[in-house]
């Protein structure tokens, strides 16, 4: 099976300007996460989608940030305006099983964003 | 880290020794998965081991998990160059919530 496809890979913006991170995650995978990896750090998770259903957001920084995931498959994390701080590699993923507390996550490669 | 730690940060050994990396927790949980990321690319699930299980072997993996102490560990055994990685725990209760890794080294 294809696995979790993100775009672009790499992202080199100024501060204040726009970027948009686009994920494909793996057919028949009805959830679907956001993450963001800080260099040394562990995975956080910004979001986690149910279908087209954002359940869990809570560490989505709303003034600047915005998800969508139209029509339950592909989804577009967005960020503006850029800071500096969001310098990171933004991390996609999907799971068979809804929620993550029984099923393994499956991740994209990442889009390395550097905020200069 | 208020959630939990892995140790040791970083880990370099011998080819053909084993790598024992440790993970802490601070909530309860539903099941604890280990995952592994060479650099510059994304996570790969490598076991899960649920929170009424105490040990689970794949391959050259062992995981432990001890529900009263919060924690796990993760042996890899005859380790080999291409194990050079970073490996990082994630314990599961409503969400995944990860470590901040070990960097395992696997000298040649």
């Known amino acids: 099976e294809a696995g979790v496809v993100q775009s672009p890979r790499y992202k080199i913006i100024e501060k204040k300007q726009p970027v948009a991170f686009w994920c494909n995650p793996i057919?028949?995978?009805?959830?679907l996460y956001w993450y963001r990896q800080n260099l040394g750090q562990g995975p956080e998770l910004l979001i986690r989608?149910?279908?087209?259903?954002?359940?869990?957001d809570s560490q989505l920084p709303k003034d600047r940030f915005s998800a969508e995931r139209l029509k339950g498959v592909d989804s577009t994390l967005k960020i503006q305006p850029a800071e500096l701080g969001d310098s990171a590699v933004y991390l996609c993923?999907?799971?068979?099983?809804?929620?993550?507390?029984?099923?393994?996550?499956?991740f994209g490669n990442g889009t390395r964003l550097t905020v200069t | 880290s208020q959630q939990g730690e892995e140790d040791p940060q970083a880990l370099s050994i011998q080819e053909g020794e084993n790598a024992t990396m440790n993970c802490s927790y601070k909530?309860?949980?539903?099941?604890l998965q280990w995952y592994r990321q060479n650099s510059g690319r994304g996570l790969v699930h490598l076991i899960l081991?649920?929170?009424?299980?105490r040990e689970k072997h794949s391959g050259r993996l062992r995981v432990t998990l001890d529900t009263s102490k919060k924690s796990s560990s993760l042996l890899i055994t005859a380790s080999r160059a291409a194990d050079t990685a970073s490996y990082f725990c994630?314990?599961?209760?409503?969400?995944?919530?990860f470590g901040s890794g070990t960097r395992l080294l696997v000298r040649p």
């Open positions: 081991i649920r929170s009424n299980e």
């Open positions: 993923a999907s799971s068979v099983i809804q929620g993550p507390s029984n099923s393994p996550l499956h």
């Open positions: 994630g314990w599961s209760s409503y969400k995944l919530i």
């Open positions: 909530t309860s949980i539903n099941n």
């Open positions: 989608y149910e279908n087209e259903e954002a359940v869990d």
């Open positions: 057919s028949g995978h009805n959830t």
